[in-house]
């Protein structure tokens, strides 16, 4: 944690500068105890100074044996003995996205089939499997497709879990676009993940001994393009034993990648380059996996998981048509039956707990439900929810919902969860406002500074940022627990979670979510770059914090955000160089982007000596 300046007695007012007639910045000549005077209010705290100081700058391949430097009297540091460089296995655990794995914490709510439900379709997968090469024509990959809601991510979590307990698993990847860190929305991390596993699978040792020795000899094979790595980190070293390792027969038999549609898609807070689109990189990870399959080396199936978004659907009818089997999660698998089943469990729990009579909810309550569902498992669980979270007691909770029906039939198969999203946000005093505060909370991003790796904001530092009043978090989103996972106030790390995806979609879509629609008067960009800009003129949250180390932690999580844009193009009257003196005071920030915000705004007389005084204290 980085210790910031205390605000009081800083300077608030803006200096002008003349925009109109921009001049070439010049030196003035400045006394040394003017420059001292006016620099007061913003200089570094001693221990600050001190803890960005750098020793060697740009020494390598040294080590050092109980160093003791003497910075200034009474302040002693002790460096003791490291290693100079980082081994292989290290240097690829850094750049791997742990929170992918089928059985990762950040996945521990991810949604599974219910005991006995979607009991067809995984014997089949499974069976495929096992058991595919004895197929009239054997394929290499599967595609499973479906509808939002029709239960596939539960389907691909549950046939890795009982791939994993067969001990037939070989990797698995969970792309996610609006839960867990940034790793999961981009290609970037794919192919290291992939490896990272197969080189931990006991029967993969020295595949994985032969993988790090590639790294060794170059460690830029991390940052190669996907198909390079691909080639480097699996394909050669598969290659170069495949005389000597295990037998086939007793490998792990399969990689599943659940989410694919998911990989890609843009924040508003990130930038990413033009044409990085997310149909673009799903087809690069497409195109690795053919290539990999298509490879007598590899011995692995490969199960891919989405929605049949358009350049999805095209690559697997086309150009890997003639290795690809396919599922379809319709009526085929029977969903119905098993959104019965998965009620009728839920209902029992519910009486359990509540002690109601064996005779609630009825027979025909879970036929009309199952009806709404329309194949749909997410609308079935949306339900359980709303009626476990409600604020009335179950039998009332469930009569509200089937008071919806004679409103939510409609030509759509989304119509039933439509209404039943749009019956709940309307619980929130503010139904718009809490859709924004939604979607700005999954969309937002932090990264590095403090956290590991990146991800979305922690809850308890999205209502600082976002709140204006005392409370209002809970005011606008305390009765939207059946759509959004709430951390409690202790809770200083987990994020606000939706329960699936779906939900962004209808809070993001004019002609689901009619009145509720966020991308009106002001969209969800424009309610978080407000509160950025907030945040720059109170030097701190709209909400005034308790402490001065509370106040410290904040900023140090503000600045982890990207909020350099915002501040290089507001027009806004704040104390830009108080931020800046702070940007810079960071070791992960680069000093050459947050001068960069002064091209051309000649904010302050004084910022060359600001910014050569500081660096004088920093190195």
Known sequence: MMCFPPTTGIRRESVASDRENPQPLKLPHVAAEDS???????????????????????????????????????????????QSSKSPLERLEEKIAPGALHNSDERCDAPKCHPETRVAVQEEILSWISQGDADAQPKKMMWISGPAGSGKTAIAGSVAEACKEQGILAASFFF??????????????????????????????????????????????????????????????????RAKDTRDSVLPKVIIIDGLDECGLETFVRRERADRSPASEQHVVLFAL???????????????????????????????KDITAEIFLDDKYDPDSDIALFLRAKFAEIRRVYNLPQSWPGDKAIQLLVEDASG????????????QEGPNPPPLQLDSAMKLRPVLRGPGPFEPLDALYTYILKSSPD???????????????????????????PAF????????????????????????RIPPPEDHTSPYVTYHKSMMDFIGDRTRSHAIFVRGDRTPKDSFEYAVLRVFRNKGPAVPLDTQWELDIFLDRFLAMDVVESL????????????????????????????????????????????????????
């Open 461 to 484: 530092f999205a209502r600082q940022l976002l709140e204006t009043t005392p409370g209002e978090a809970e005011h606008l989103l305390g009765n939207l627990r059946s759509l959004i």
């Open 290 to 320: 053919k290539q990999a399959a298509d490879d007598s080396a590899f011995p692995f199936r490969i199960i891919v998981s989405s929605r049949p978004e358009r350049v999805i659907s095209d690559f697997f009818s086309e150009e890997a």
């Open 568 to 619: 290089r193009k507001s027009r806004e009257k704040y104390d830009k160089l108080w931020w800046v003196l702070n940007m810079l005071s960071r070791p992960d920030q680069r000093r050459s982007a947050v001068i960069g915000i002064y091209d051309g705004i000649h904010l302050h007389p004084h910022m060359p000596e600001a910014v050569q005084t500081l660096e004088k204290g920093t190195h």
């Open 36 to 82: 001292e005077s006016w620099l007061a209010p913003y200089r570094l705290l001693p221990h600050e100074s001190m803890s960005n100081t750098s020793y060697f700058e740009k020494a390598q391949n040294f080590t050092v044996d109980n160093l003791t430097v003497i910075q200034q009297p009474n302040i002693t540091q002790h460096i003791h003995r490291g």
């Open 376 to 387: 749909q498992f997410v609308y079935a669980a949306t339900i359980i929810r709303f009626i």
């Open 176 to 241: 996610s676009s609006f839960s867990g860190a940034l790793n999961r929305r981009h290609k970037g991390c794919f192919i290291r993940t992939i490896a990272y596993q197969l080189g931990q699978h006991p029967t993969l040792a020295d595949f994985g001994q032969r993988m790090l020795s590639h790294i060794d000899r170059d460690p830029a094979v991390l940052n190669l393009r996907l198909g390079e790595q691909l080639e480097a980190l699996i394909l050669k070293p598969l290659r170069e034993g």
């Open 431 to 457: 139904p718009q406002q809490a859709a924004r505060w939604i979607y700005v909370t999954q969309a937002c991003i932090v990264h590095d500074g403090g956290f590991s790796g990146e991800r979305r904001l």
